[in-house]
């Protein structure tokens, strides 16, 4: 059986008429409407039926458990969208198989200063981000998510609050944990962002071993946890993937990682000129990244033990075929941000469809059987 890959009604409708008129707006003012509309649909119960039954796919060989917690599929919202929890029950019923909120910092915080700092990069399908992480700060985001109720998981990202200046490893810990005991209640899940590109450049006291177990015993200290992914960018040599495990292996909340190389400039391979992306300030993403990802997915499954942990697979993740090459090569989960803004809502609709068609391709029942499955042979 070949598969073809298949552009469904809505994702045409989409690049055909819809994003030639949001691309003639200014990239953070489009994201900010989106969410607006996306809280209000998200308040009648007519709006959300109307965004079920037009993206709407879903099927039994999706549904997946990973670290206790039953996704109806495994194409999940990252942290990024919906930074304070305005639109999560519109963006749940798109059909994502989770949805994450933030990064959410323990305080408030603007973001970067400068503007613009949201940039289309359309020639390589591209962001770039400067955005700072603003956020409303954990106990607003908590309020506004009390007696939110999803028909699939709530993941909050949290982070530390931009301040602009560097913080160090005992200040970085008191946020975290300062945030984790704010927003764990709400959650069902958590995922620290340990090195946020557009915070402190992307370094953070968190790369240190030493200061991972001093914040692991923090939250140790903090009762009951809901299942806590690490977002790491670290070399994905074995000594380094090694390291973390020797860390987090002693605490069992830890379920896993969603592991990434960032990108770096000069940018190589693109067809944007460099000299355009040096105008513009940030981090990039697109799916110029999409094969070291999955490299790096494929680097972390061979160390890990895959009953203790589970792996969270982004960047550049657009059809179905990259999203099924990342759950091959390792990945429980894939996250897809990017593909949206270049072909709309519609593209998780097609991602589950197609990821049906390719496990018939191959034999397989059911999702988890495709999970690592290069890695086994």
Known sequence: MRL?????????????????????????WTHHTALAFGGLVGQSRLGLKALEALYGFEDPRLQTTVAGLRFPNPVCLPGGFD????AVAAIAAVGFGAVEVGS??????????????????????????????PNDGARVVAQRLAGTRLPVPLGINIVETNTGKPINGAELIDELTDALR??????????????????????????DPATLQRLLES????????????????????????????????????????????????????KTPQAVLDRMPGSLSG?????GATRVIGAWYARIDPQRYALLGAGGIVTAEHAYARIRAGASLVQVYGAMIYNGPGVI?????????????????????????DART
């Open 4 to 28: 073809r890959t298949r552009i469904g009604p809505a994702m045409n409708l989409y690049r055909k008429l819809v994003r030639p008129l949001l691309f003639q707006c200014d990239p953070e």
């Open 83 to 86: 930074k304070s929890g305005h």
């Open 104 to 133: 959410v910092s323990a305080h408030p915080s603007a973001g970067n200063p400068e503007r613009p700092r949201l940039f289309r990069v359309p020639d390589d399908e591209a962001m770039m981000v400067y955005y700072g992480v």
């Open 182 to 207: 704010v927003l764990k209640p709400l959650a069902s899940y958590i995922t620290v962002n340990m090195n946020c590109p557009n915070s402190a450049g992307g370094i953070s006291p968190l790369d």
């Open 219 to 270: 939250f140790a200290a903090c009762g009951q946890l809901p299942p806590v992914f690490l977002k790491i960018r670290l070399n994905p040599e074995p000594a380094a993937i090694d390291a973390v495990l020797a860390v987090t292996d002693a605490f069992p909340f830890v379920k896993g990682f969603v592991p990434s190389v960032g990108s770096k400039r000069p940018y190589v391979g693109l």
């Open 287 to 291: 799916p110029f990244a999409r094969d």
């Open 349 to 373: 609709h097609d991602i589950k469809e197609g990821l049906c068609a390719l496990l018939e391709r191959d034999g397989l029942a059911h999702i988890h059987d495709a999970v690592g499955a």
